[in-house]
């Protein structure tokens, strides 16, 4: 009796991985640029690479800077995802400020003008000065995929205690989050995606996005700087997915949000026609992994929808 012909064996992530991930953004209203490096080691969590659910399972931690022409970034990412669709991570961020361009600046408190045209005049009069802060961000992210129809949302909590040199200044400029920030306290926010995901490297849909500080210690009256809403166009394309390459998934990201709410942007000062403009390149590689070269190029099959970098 004959039998039965044997299933190919699927090939899920190594238990191991050294690997590293970088992306540069350009960014219009407010205009930025900046470039994220990490390196860092994940250990597979759940050897179960059949399963849609448990086979990208991880724990990780990385590190590496941040730098942008104003701004430096440095500190450790520690991640854990126990299903494919729910993942956690927590990250602190050293952050100094070299007195370049319009940063660091400090304001008396929530109700001070922080407008581009203003900070540009303090800029002329000298009050920017070199700065630094210690940042802690923490994030809880949900996603499904149905098809090729795919949902992500992210919640997040970010905190910090930034050093601000004037005794009578309770605020500061956030240049990543175009806010004024309280010198010690919290922000909350939110980030969801619709998106479609093509077999071609495409991914294509809406993204929202929403910050609000959740209060301006000492601060009686009403928060006049958020919550801060955007909502627009999400494009991405990867160019190839190949595990087994030190340098893989380069993927181009064009993001056109509309700014929803924000005290100077939709109107006040800038046109609310004038979108929050993002194009991004991103890539990233494993430098060392625990499996052998021929699970590796396995392994190419079991990638899912990819996870935009930004």
Known sequence: MDQPAAQPTVAGVPEHTILYNNITIARVNPLGLFNGLSF????RLVDRPDSKLFRDSFFGISLGPNLSPAIAQFGPLIEIQPLA???LSANYLFTGYFGTFEYFQSFKDPNSNYSDSLQDNRKDAGENYPNYSHQFELKALLQAKVGPVAVRSTVLGYYNSTRVTDPTHTTWYSV???MLMPKQGWMVGNESDLIYVSKFGLVAGVRYNLNHVVKYP???GVNPNSPQQR???L???TFYDKPQKR???PTLIVLAQWWLTHRYRTGLETSQALPWIV???AFSGELWTSDDTKKKSKRQAMRRAPRLPI
């Open 218 to 220: 000492g601060f009686e």
């Open 40 to 43: 860092g080691y994940r250990k």
């Open 231 to 233: 909502l627009g166009p």
């Open 247 to 249: 340098f893989n998934k």
């Open 279 to 281: 194009i991004a390149f």
């Open 85 to 87: 669709i729910f993942k």
């Open 176 to 178: 990543k989050y175009d």
């Open 235 to 237: 494009l991405a394309y």
